[in-house]
Nanobody
Framework: QVQLVESGGGLVQPGGSMRLSCVAS????????MAWFRQGPGKEREFLSA????????YDTDSAKGRFLISGDNAKNTVYLRMNDLTPEDTAVYYC???????????????????WGQGTQVTVSS
């Protein structure tokens, strides 16, 4: 089993920045793919970005490009999501996820991921 624990969410003003962290424990592996998703009110869960240990491959979407940056610290089994220039539309629960493996378009699908964190709320509001 793998446990994922997110932290770093909260309230931030529009235009602000925030860094989320996800610590993985248990039966982790260097081959895992680590990803960030989010789910806004009344919306489907949305893929943001993914990182394959130890940072060789990354995937992201238009929602994340230019504002969100995924990074990882393999020694700490931690993945980060740095978010800049936040808007109210970024308000959502942010989830960390891990997949034993993925390839191509599958890396963008929530169904590919085997383990999930409990989520951390990010609220962007003045």
């Amino acid at each position: 089993q793998v446990q994922l624990v997110e932290s770093g969410g909260g309230l931030v003003q529009p235009g602000g920045s925030m860094r989320l962290s996800c610590v993985a424990s248990g039966r982790t592996s260097d081959s895992f793919v680590m990803a960030w998703f989010r789910q806004g009110p009344g919306k489907e869960r949305e893929f943001l970005s993914a990182l394959k240990w130890p940072g060789k491959y990354m995937y992201d979407t238009d929602s994340a490009k230019g504002r969100f940056l995924i990074s990882g610290d393999n020694a700490k089994n931690t993945v980060y999501l740095r978010m800049n220039d936040l808007t109210p539309e970024d308000t959502a629960v942010y989830y960390c996820a891990a997949a034993v493996s993925c390839s191509g378009s599958g890396c963008y699908q929530a169904s590919t991921y085997d383990y999930w964190g409990q989520g951390t709320q990010v609220t962007v509001s003045s």
